[in-house]
């Protein structure tokens, strides 16, 4: 057989592949998930994430500061809360002496370029440890009232300087109460991220045990997407657009970039994918025993992210990615 079409030919050397590559990596692509701690001198490894910590405000500007020189663009904070301020409304996440609100004040001063993006749910604050109000008799997470909640923190963040809300809740109706009331208060350049396609995934373990967020009682699969669907992934997505969203997060990754591909075959805002701690834990877990080589896992699995169709990839492994990227 004469052989006419050699796709090889295309992978024969470093400088050819170098110009067929379809994707990318840049480190203006990675948001950094960081933990806040209230005690202003506490840095505390979380056990499930090794090289990532609790830290409180002290630790968390120094370590900045050197992140920021390293090239990083955006963070997204996620606050540790004293459980004697945790109750059944959330109502810490709007109070005027949140301290998660003062940092983001104060990183902004700090760093005016950095993008800051909040998490909007109850979760972190609330005594029952979901993402929503728990009505007392039926153990129900109540929807409307939610968001009433979830509106008072959104504007919250966004009075503190906040760049991109990133509500997390999976409520019905939420973009659209957030987007009016920053448009009320005239946050009118204040971005929402949209948790569009958040699944109820066993992959967020490390991060509840980061926060001590785990529900008190049941599970949050009746506001969290069932796994096995994918179309509701764009129906929960279009929804989001016609409420106004402006960007949609795919959450969590590597098991789900077919929801990725789906919607960003399907629409035209940018796409985010969230790499959850369970990916980060297992990714570490097998490479301090030896099994995988850490660096090349962790830029193949951000590199599938932009294949599948990610504009932007939030990771644990953002910091280690700057490193990679610049060397
Ligand atoms: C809660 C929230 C969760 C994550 C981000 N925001 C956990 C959950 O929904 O229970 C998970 C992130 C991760 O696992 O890294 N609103």
Redesign the pocket.
Known sequence: MKQLKRPRRLRNSKFIRELCAENSLRVSDFIY?MFCHFDIDAKEEISS?PGQFRQGRNHLIKDLKELVANGLHAICL?PLVEENLKDSQGSYSFNEANYYLDLIKEIKDLYPELLIMT??????YSSDGH?GIVDKKSGKILNDESLIVLEKMSLAQANAGADII?P???MDGRIRVIREALERENFIDTMIMS?SA?Y??S??????E??N???KSGD?KTY?MDPRNLKVALKEARLDVAEGADILMV??GLPYLDVVSLLARNLTQPISV???????AMIKAASEKGWIDEESVVLESAMSFKRAGASMI?S?FTRDILKYLQS
């Open positions: 998930p994430m996620f998490d909007v749910a109850l979760d972190p993402d990133g997390s809740d999976m948790y958040k109820a995934s992959y967020y373990g490390p991060f509840r980061a926060l967020s785990a529900p949050k969290q959450k969590p969230y790499q959850v701690s369970g990916e980060y939030l644990y």
